[in-house]
């Protein structure tokens, strides 16, 4: 009777835990397309289901920013989503699929494990991805969520060539929460945004203005201010998501200021702004090189077609000339380690583009191309 009762446990235990680990998943629909190259359907078959499985995790962790805008070979993430996030989507169905003559579409549902799909995620976000937030606060205690320090700031660091995206309009939080959500070390709330911005950066502060002196005012002697005097000042926070640990470091922390002088408080404040970024930009634009310099690793490249000194320069030039390469040292005819800062996929899709190379094997430290003149 023990043993039989041992047994009706263990089964009802085993219904539970299957149970429970159904229930963590989440199934949805999500369309992929890919053109259909020399009637190659089983081919693009494969690509649209990789886009569509792509498109069903972003629709699970509910990105805004979305990994088609960065990524043209969704083989190649498919590939990611295995090696570095395996069992992310636990099984699919085609439940359509059309064929326009050079294009194929396909519908799938597809079920997903939410936890590993934003594991999935955070391995194709990017550490030249900033996500800024710097609210400044008005003088009626409202705050403004796109301001000079904001779009100056966001102007120059695109001027230096990192991928920035302003996540004032996109409502995704508001600015108390955000910045006690820095100040608490709350880093599921900062994980959160990360998430849904494809980013490893997030650079949050909070703007205050204060009257030093009014217009008019008496400062003495008789003399009354002939413009209102405001310094503004800032706090803010620069945190990385550290890509072998998965913890979240501040980079930088701090506070700055700026003054200003004008006829009615507001322009001054304006003015103040203008000299606060000013100091401001060259400090965050210093902290992100070192991020950047510190997260560059050594990726080998092997190109096969390579069979003379000419074809292997124009390799190297081609290498060479891929943003956010940092080195490229030729170690024999045809095989190279390349500094890079992201994930190798995203060299690998850039060799892609270029239209002279075809990637026959690709892992997160080494890539295998075909190069054809």
């Known amino acids: 009777m023990m043993k039989i009762c041992s ?3 263990g089964i009802l235990l085993s219904v539970l835990f299957m149970a429970d680990g159904y229930g963590s998943q989440k199934c949805v629909a999500a369309d992929g ?4 190259v020399n009637n190659d359907v089983p081919s693009a078959r494969m690509e649209a289901v990789a886009r569509a499985r792509w498109a069903a995790i972003e629709q699970v962790v509910g990105v805004d920013v979305k990994a088609g805008s960065l990524i ?3 083989i190649l993430v498919d590939d990611v989503i295995k090696t570095q996030a395996g069992g992310v989507v636990k099984s699919h169905k ?10 194929l579409i396909v519908k799938i549902n597809a079920c997903i494990e939410p936890g590993k799909a934003q594991q999935a995620v955070s391995s194709l976000a990017l550490n030249n991805a900033l996500a800024v937030f710097i609210p400044a606060r008005k003088f009626n205690q409202e705050f403004e969520e796109t301001n000079i320090v904001s779009e100056t700031l966001i102007g120059k660091l695109i001027e230096q060539g990192y991928r920035v995206t302003d996540i004032a309009p996109s409502n995704a939080v508001d600015a108390e929460a955000l910045d006690r959500a820095a100040r608490t070390g709350n880093y599921m709330t900062l994980r959160s945004v990360m998430y849904k911005f494809l980013s490893n950066v997030l650079i949050i502060g909070k703007i205050d203005p204060n009257i030093s002196v009014r217009k008019g005012e008496n400062i003495g002697y008789g003399v009354r201010m002939p413009f209102s005097n405001v310094t503004v000042r800032i706090t803010y926070r620069i945190v990385a998501r550290n890509s072998k640990t998965g913890n979240m470091d501040i980079l930088a922390a701090g506070t700055a200021e700026g ?6 408080a507001e322009d001054a404040a304006a003015v103040g702004l203008r000299n606060l970024v ?10 992100l090189a070192r991020h950047i310099e510190t997260n560059t690793k050594k990726v080998r490249i092997k190109v096969n077609g390579v069979a003379d000194l000419d074809a292997g320069m124009a390799v190297k030039n081609m290498l060479q000339n891929i943003v956010w390469v940092s080195g490229v040292e030729e170690t024999q005819m045809g095989e190279y380690t390349v500094s890079y800062p992201e994930n190798s996929v995203y060299l690998a899709n850039s060799l892609r583009q270029k239209g002279n190379f075809t990637v026959e094997n690709f892992t997160p430290y080494s890539i295998t191309l075909k190069y054809e003149k």
Do not use: Y
């Not at 699929?97 to 294009?103: A, H, Q």
């Not at 003054?259 to 009615?264: H, R, Y």
């Not at 000013?278 to 902290?287: A, F, G, H, R, S």
């Open 72 to 74: 043209q070979n969704f």
């Open 33 to 36: 397309e890919a053109a259909i």
């Open 94 to 103: 085609i439940l359509q699929e059309e064929n326009r003559g050079d294009t």
């Open 278 to 287: 000013e100091n401001l930009t060259p400090v965050i634009l210093d902290k």
């Open 259 to 264: 003054k200003g002088l004008a006829n009615s």
């Open 7 to 9: 047994i009706l446990v």
